[in-house]
């Protein structure tokens, strides 16, 4: 079964802490692995998208890894902000045309001051 | 990137009326759309395919005739929640994407719709 899994569920960090997102999932043809941020009543923005042959993706101070053997990707967060509060999403494409998504149940970020 | 906006950001209903959201492409002529559903602190549910010029392409469990799509242009997608009820209550979002699976074929999601059914 095609699943997507991301932990911890919820985390709160300091203002200024780093922290690390991790997902697995088991989807297969694997195409890509893309990580989202959805702020709070918004849509889905994109953070990073990796293929299989890419280990590792930054944009900014988001810093994706990606392992295809073990079939595992982390987000990291360097020098946390308050605007970083919200939910990070991993998402997984099977090698097909379809346009189909596969959606982890996302990782809700508070950062406090 | 390419921007998707929805149209309305949020509505409010009552029970057995019809709603209908909006959503358009506005700088990437999207051939394929898709339509997803969020409720409160769960991730995002694909419900359907939206082709343009042709039927759209429901997943398994999402009523045809409930959630009617038309893709009539190729910026824009129309979502209509008939006879709606209280459990219909939802985040609705869509995104566009030409093409999927391959890199560089981004998906750009619009910023939902939040719909109350009262």
């Known amino acids: 079964k095609n699943q997507v899994e991301q932990s911890p569920q919820s985390l709160i960090i300091l203002e200024g802490k780093n922290c690390t997102l991790q997902c697995n999932y088991t989807v297969s043809p694997f195409s890509n692995l893309r990580w989202y941020k959805q702020d709070t009543g918004r849509g889905p923005v994109s953070l990073t998208i990796m293929t299989f042959s890419e280990n590792t993706k930054s944009n900014g101070r988001y810093t994706a890894t990606l392992d295809a053997d073990t079939k595992q990707s982390s987000l990291h967060i360097t020098a946390s902000q308050l605007s970083d509060s919200a939910s990070y999403i991993c998402?997984?494409?099977?090698?097909?045309?379809?346009?189909?998504?596969?959606f982890g149940q996302g990782t809700t970020l508070q950062v406090k001051p | 990137g390419a921007v998707v906006s929805q149209h309305p950001s949020w509505v409010i209903c009552k029970s057995g009326t019809s709603v209908k959201i909006e959503c358009r492409s506005l700088?990437?002529?999207?051939?394929?759309m898709f339509w997803y559903r969020q409720f409160p602190k769960q991730s995002l549910m694909l419900m359907a395919t939206?082709?343009?010029?042709?039927?759209?392409?429901?997943e398994q469990g999402v009523e045809k005739d409930k959630f009617l799509i038309n893709h009539a242009s190729l910026t824009l997608s129309t979502l209509t929640v008939t006879s709606a009820h209280p459990e219909d209550s939802s985040f609705y979002i869509c995104?566009?994407?030409?093409?999927?699976?391959?890199?560089?074929?981004?998906?750009?999601f619009g910023p939902g719709t939040r719909l109350t059914v009262t």
């Open positions: 939206s082709n343009e010029g042709s039927k759209a392409t429901y």
């Open positions: 700088d990437f002529q999207a051939t394929t």
């Open positions: 998402v997984v494409s099977r090698s097909s045309n379809t346009g189909k998504l596969i």
């Open positions: 995104s566009n994407g030409a093409l999927s699976g391959r890199v560089g074929d981004e998906q750009y």
